[in-house]
């Protein structure tokens, strides 16, 4: 488990990684702010859905439980989906826990090709 200022610096580390591609209106509603944001944030989205639902799959988990684990309400498995369908983007500290809780980093949800391939073929 990571101590409060780690956790800390990796909020913000992910915030500036989002940086200019979101707009957070709130905390299920969340936008992509250009056009020429749009590509690379759909992707990322995408790629963060895709390692989600497998991370989750792998772990024996419903959608329902992995909401409770991270600390979510019994009603977010619907946020769960539309996450790893692509279609909501979580905010930054939701990313880090979900980082935390399957022990992977930030830049493997969001940024690494790493497990691309598996996660495609799956």
Do not use: C, W
Request: hydrophobic share 30%; no cysteine.
């Amino acid at each position: 488990m990571q101590t409060k200022e780690h956790h800390k610096r990796d909020v913000r580390a992910v915030e500036y990684y989002l940086g200019g591609l979101f707009s957070y209106s709130s905390p299920t509603k969340n936008t992509i702010q250009t056009a020429g944001a749009a590509v690379k944030g759909a992707t990322m989205i995408r790629r963060l859905g895709r390692k989600m639902r497998r991370l989750r799959e792998n772990a024996g988990l419903s959608q329902a439980e992995l909401a409770q684990e991270l600390g979510l309400s019994e009603r977010s498995k619907g946020f769960i989906s539309e996450i790893e369908s692509g279609k909501k983007v979580p905010r930054a500290e939701l990313i880090v826990k979900i980082a935390d809780y399957f022990q992977v980093t930030t830049d493997y949800l969001l940024r690494d090709e790493q497990g691309e391939t598996e996660d495609t073929e799956s």
